[in-house]
């Protein structure tokens, strides 16, 4: 079983930055990905970014130029640097890893992006 927890969500205003942490805790034998999902509020749940183990990564194309994923290994934990947020940034983001065939979520944290 993964424990997944997240932090570092907050308020900022347009053009500010906020990083993301996600740790990861448990019984990890095999981590396949790191990602970032966000959700708004009456939408769906989409990727934002994602970090495979062989250092790979893959953006949405919103948040390309802006957003940076990176990983440290040793702790089992994925960062979400996020830049020029704007206000369509705003969501809950949720951290998740594949490890060994399954999906795990953390709970979520809340970014808003406001003046």
């Known amino acids: 079983q993964v424990q997944l927890v997240e932090s570092g969500g907050g308020l900022v205003q347009p053009g500010g930055s906020l990083r993301l942490s996600c740790a990861a805790s448990g019984t990890i034998f095999s981590i396949t990905a790191m990602a970032w999902y966000r959700q708004a509020p009456g939408k769906q749940r989409e990727l934002v970014a994602i970090i495979f183990s062989g250092g790979g990564t893959h953006s949405a194309d919103s948040v390309k130029g802006r957003f940076t994923i990176s990983r440290d290994n040793a702790k089992n934990t994925v960062y979400l640097q996020m830049n020029s947020l704007n206000p369509e940034d705003t969501a809950v983001y949720y951290c998740?890893?594949?490890?060994?065939?399954?999906?795990?979520w953390g709970p979520g944290t809340q970014v808003t992006v406001s003046s």
């Open positions: 998740n890893v594949l490890s060994m065939g399954s999906n795990y």
